[in-house]
């Protein structure tokens, strides 16, 4: 699967605002006010965007939900309609554009969209590109017991299974290796 620069911004952009949501009450927001939200935007490198608010801020989180249900849909016909939803409500509009050194690509969100309807066109976009190429199971949650982290598997074979492979899959392996020593010792 092709997968263009300005889709791999996008994809980065959706795993690491979903991942930015609490796993669970110890954990904390990480977009917790509108600085967060600027850094945010900022490390992402999210173009054309203007002065950001709480209303942003609350507008960004509820879409993150949304996200949020695409990366745990059970099938592609799911996570089409939430996609679909997603996209339509934030008035998708295509337009090519070659900014900041970057060749032609294509935009999805009309000039002067907010922030929310921004990240909805365009990650909603890059999304539904892995439906459309039949590779929606691409779109996983990491299957180490204490973590849930969104993540989009790029490996060849479709084999990836956790977010970080030097965490949460070094951390695995490791407790999978000690118990077999001790079960093999005892």
């Known amino acids: ?77 799911s996570a089409a309609v939430l996609i679909n939803e997603l996209v339509a409500a934030a008035g998708t509009t295509p337009r090519l554009t070659d900014h900041d050194g970057y060749d032609w690509h294509v935009h999805y969100f009309a000039p002067g969209a907010s922030l929310a309807d921004h990240l909805a066109a365009d990650c909603g976009m890059a999304l539904a590109f892995f439906v459309v190429a039949g590779e929606q199971e691409r779109l996983r949650r990491c299957e180490a017991p204490d973590c849930r982290r969104a993540f989009v598997d790029l490996s060849r074979n479709r084999s990836r299974r956790y977010c970080d492979s030097r965490t949460c899959g070094n951390r695995l392996h490791v407790a999978a290796y000690r118990a077999r020593r001790k079960e093999a010792a005892g």
């Open 1 to 77: 699967m092709l997968i263009t620069h300005d889709t791999r911004c996008a994809l980065d952009t959706v795993v690491d605002l979903v991942n930015t949501a609490p796993e669970d009450e110890s954990t904390p927001e990480a977009l917790s006010d509108v600085a967060a939200l600027e850094d945010f935007v900022r490390g992402h490198k999210v173009s054309d965007i203007g002065t950001l608010s709480a209303f942003d801020l609350a507008a960004v989180r509820k879409i993150r939900g949304r996200f949020a249900s695409i990366f745990s849909a059970p099938d592609a016909r």
